[in-house]
């Protein structure tokens, strides 16, 4: 899991720790390059970026690039296994804080694609614990910097007492793969994380069959957008020699235009009607959400602000999230869609500190919402 860091885009030579650090902010890299550097970035084949992006440790970290991929040459940070990684060292096509990869295509509708594929080779090393860890990066907006809303996780490989965020929720079988399903939100957004049973060390598959499987569980839309690939490491302890040997990705535009989609940013195709009843410390709320537009909402989400001292503390007929004043509902099981004239309903329980007022403002996969 690749934690919000910026990433410096800067074209230098220093000097880290007695180590060369070399960082190019574009062109493809012509022999091998050394990045030390915490954010140092570089091209291949001018066509992706390789980060070192060393988030979570102040330690020492090096990769080695070449022009196929990447290794780890250098890496003393150390993690609590039951804690977060010291970085994810990672080759990506698309966006990430702003540094894109020569011409991509992302941002791009998940509407709008008609393929999206890739292949990944894998060198794995022992007496380390980390995870291979392929990322899909997703958000109801263009977006190019900060953080994207949804992450998918694709555990390769996992060696040593290391989980996924959150807690497993099932097995399902995706691109003819059997995966165990973990779910959860680490602070800045949602993760939904397939593990493999046993290391995988090399795949060529459909980046689509795993949008497609996060979006039948109701936590994106075809009116998301794919921001970024990533295929990297998550070391926590050790990790010298670890390497992406290879990595390809291509995602192709001119989806199926019949695809029941949502519509655009600012156009209001939903109304939303919200019924509270509160007391001294606590309140509940009813939602109801009317889709008011011509076509089906094929999976939804509600995001809207509660005002001060108001905290969620549990939910029926959907998901709700809350990080400070924002609120992120989700349909589950039939409660996904919502048929063109039909209505979704859900409900919660929260936490009062203060004077009670209910929510002013609701927007339906991005789309601003008329209140009831």
Known sequence: ????????????????????????????????VQICEQYGSTTIQGRYVVQNNRWGTTAQQCINVTDNGFSITQQQGSSPTNGAPVSYPS???????????PGTNLPIQVSQISSASSSISYNYVSGATYNASYDIWLDPTPKRTGVNQMEIMIWFNRQGPIQPIGSPVGTATVGGRTWEVWQGNNGGNNVVSYV???????????????????????????????????????????????????????????????????????????????????????????????????????????????????????????????????????????????????????????????????PTSFSLNGSACTRA
Do not use: K
């Open 1 to 32: 899991m690749r934690r919000p860091v910026p990433i410096l885009a800067a074209a230098a030579t220093l000097l880290v720790a007695g180590s060369l650090a070399v960082l190019t902010a574009a062109g493809p890299a012509q022999a091998d």
């Open 196 to 358: 493999a049973p046993s290391a995988i060390a090399s795949w060529s598959f459909s980046v689509l069959d795993f949008i497609n499987d996060v979006r039948d569980r109701g936590a994106i839309t075809n009116s998301w957008y794919l921001t970024s690939i990533q295929a990297g490491f998550e070391p926590w302890q050790g990790g010298t020699g670890l390497g992406v040997n290879s990595f390809s990705a291509s995602v192709n535009g001119g989806g199926n235009p019949g695809q029941p989609s949502n519509p655009p940013p600012g156009t209001a195709a939903c109304r939303v009607g919200y019924t509270a009843n509160s007391w001294n410390n606590g309140f509940t709320a009813s939602v109801t959400v009317t889709n008011t537009g011509s076509s089906p909402v094929n999976g939804w989400t509600l995001t809207y602000n509660l005002p001060s001292g108001q905290q969620v503390t549990s939910s029926w007929n959907a998901t709700v999230t809350q990080s400070g004043s924002a609120v992120t509902a989700r349909g589950t099981g039939q409660n996904t869609a919502i048929p063109a004239g039909g209505t979704a309903s859900f409900g919660y329980q929260g936490s009062l500190s203060g004077t009670y007022s209910s």
């Open 91 to 101: 080759v990506f096509l698309g966006c990430h804080y702003n540094n894109c990869s």
